[in-house]
């Protein structure tokens, strides 16, 4: 393997800006990020705070039970107790078989970083790994794609879910996902680990009770040697822990509107577009409701003065609320406004590894973390990856493109120039012509009819266009026939797309893990954490 390092711009204007620390976007934040200085600022921080360390690490350590694990992992554990000790942390949706790649860049953003910072700081730096099961958005987390036919199809699971169930209490059909994730490795076609890659996924299958479980026995039988620990948002048994947390939320629900409507409202006055779609009535908590089997989005209505469902199925006064969560803290959750607060509150985070939309919407809360007299964590930008398998970088050099070309732009434009340099000109030519001839020809025809039976033109319109459908027809065959003739170019063109920008994305977002554990084996993670990434804004190109 070896990294390429380009300068390509974020998904985001946002988050462009962030990478190259702009002054005006950097106001939106407490930290900066890769400055010495400032790390030691946030270590005084963080010194000065308390965190339930034991009872979290307790908990941390039964969760993990099932899940493999390995003695660095018993050593991380012992070093977050260290009331010295930092964590980098980073988090995602359980997505099935892990979800799209950069899922798995972010573990190795939230390791690479930690193992960097505690060789800097001289301090212990835990790596951990929020897993988000308390989000219900089940269609975000139940598909891949897989490519079929010279094309990346998307590949569903097969159940559906009709309530707005955590992820982290939906419940794995066993079989079911096995058949599901063995049709997917067949797509993905016969290669070298083939068999070690389905013997690992009915043992992950095995292990695993619900969707959540799933995802995190993958992730902890591909990383467990770094160390990394893992928890879930949606556990009700660390629902418990946080019940302390949820009191101040509810306490302060008003204040954390008001506060998130004043950030967001001196971000747009820059011409950011804002990222958190929230009203001043928002609550910014989930009550789970059994009966419904689902989650509920609580808002405040200050002329009743109740807490509200969305639904309006259910309603709370202040004091029932703050009651319940008192006493039934696991029937409470955090959205998007309040999860960061709850896992600063959590965690002594040196760092937070963040994708591009991430940093845009941490920076509409800075005013939310000083209503509970914190400072946001130094967001840290996740390592933006492309994978280039040899094949591909063989097409490159061949058709004279560059790899930063393609990621910036795709391959469509240079499609265009190719067809264009290999097809007929003048034939070409003769077709806009005939075609220009007949529509003036018609154009004639049309102004006599007219005059003779108006009665007659739809049907003339009408004739017009299955003429020149005909010679559309005829000119796409001799289209194709010129691509049938340069079909190894073209399929050149195609792989170079279907790998790099599938479907005009970059890769981290369609392409799967599996496909490279597939090819390339489960040895490919620890050679990837081996390479010398620094977090520099730089995309990473990794050559396979």
């Not at 779609?277 to 409701?289: M, P």
């Amino acid at each position: 393997m070896e990294i390429l390092n380009l300068s390509l711009p974020a998904t985001n204007r946002f988050a462009s800006g962030y990478l190259q620390q702009e002054s005006e976007i950097m106001s939106f934040f407490d930290y900066g990020y890769g400055n010495h200085a400032q790390d030691l600022d946030r270590i005084v921080e963080l010194q000065n705070r308390a965190f339930p360390r034991d009872v979290l690490a307790d908990h941390i350590e039964k969760f993990m039970k099932p899940f493999p694990t390995s003695a660095k992992v018993v050593e991380s554990l012992a070093k977050f107790k260290q009331p010295q000790s930092t964590v980098v942390i980073g988090g995602q949706q359980a997505g099935i078989l892990t979800g799209p790649l950069y899922s798995i860049h972010k573990v190795i953003s939230i390791i690479k970083l930690a193992e960097e910072k505690e060789r800097q700081l001289n301090i212990p730096v835990v790596p951990i790994f929020w897993i988000a099961g308390e989000d219900h958005d089940y269609h975000e987390v139940n598909h891949l794609f897989v490519p079929f036919e010279q094309k990346l199809v998307k590949k569903v699971y097969p159940e559906k879910m009709l309530q707005k169930k955590m992820v982290s209490d939906i419940e794995l059909d066993s079989e079911k996902c096995f058949n599901w994730a063995k049709e997917v490795i067949e797509m993905l076609g016969e290669a070298e680990y083939t068999q070690e890659v389905q013997t690992f996924i009915q043992k992950a299958v095995n292990n695993s009770r619900n969707y959540v479980d799933f995802f995190a026995f993958i992730i902890m039988e591909l990383f467990k040697e770094k160390g990394l620990l893992i928890v879930d948002s949606g556990n009700a048994d660390l629902r418990k822990i946080e019940k302390d947390i949820f009191l101040r939320q509810i306490e302060k629900h008003n204040e954390i509107s008001y506060a998130l409507h004043n950030q967001q409202r001196e971000i747009s006055k820059h011409g950011f577009p804002l990222t958190i779609d929230a009203s001043l009535q928002s609550a910014n908590l989930f009550y789970y409701e059994e009966k419904f089997n689902e989650r509920l989005l609580l808002e405040y209505h200050v002329e009743s003065k109740l807490f509200v469902s969305k639904n309006k199925a259910v309603t709370f006064t202040f004091d029932e609320l703050f009651q319940l969560a008192n006493e039934f803290p696991e029937r409470i959750s955090n959205n998007v406004v309040t999860r960061p607060l709850m896992q600063e509150s959590l965690f002594p985070t040196l760092a937070f590894i963040a994708g591009p939309g991430e940093i845009a919407y941490w920076a509409e809360l800075k005013q939310v973390f000083e209503i509970f007299e914190m400072k946001m964590p130094p967001i840290v930008p996740r390592l933006n990856l492309t994978f280039v398998e040899r094949a591909v970088d063989s097409d490159i050099v061949d058709l004279n493109l560059t790899i930063e070309e393609v990621l910036r732009n795709g391959t469509a434009s240079a499609v265009e120039t190719f067809f264009t340099s290999v097809k007929d000109a003048e034939l070409a030519e003769q077709f806009v012509q005939m075609k220009d001839q007949v529509s003036q020809q018609y154009k004639i025809i049309e102004a006599k009819l007219a005059n003779l039976d108006r009665g007659l033109l739809p049907l003339l319109a009408k004739n017009e266009m299955k003429l020149l459908e005909q010679i559309d027809f005829m000119q796409t065959r001799i289209d194709n026939s010129i691509q049938h003739r340069h079909a190894n170019t073209f399929q050149k063109f195609n792989r170079i797309e279907n790998s790099l920008r599938p479907n005009g994305a970059p890769q981290e977002r369609i392409w799967n893990v599996f496909y490279f554990l597939n090819k390339y084996g489960f040895t490919m993670i620890d050679d990837l954490l081996s390479l010398p990434f620094e977090f520099d804004g730089l995309h990473k190109v990794v050559k396979l």
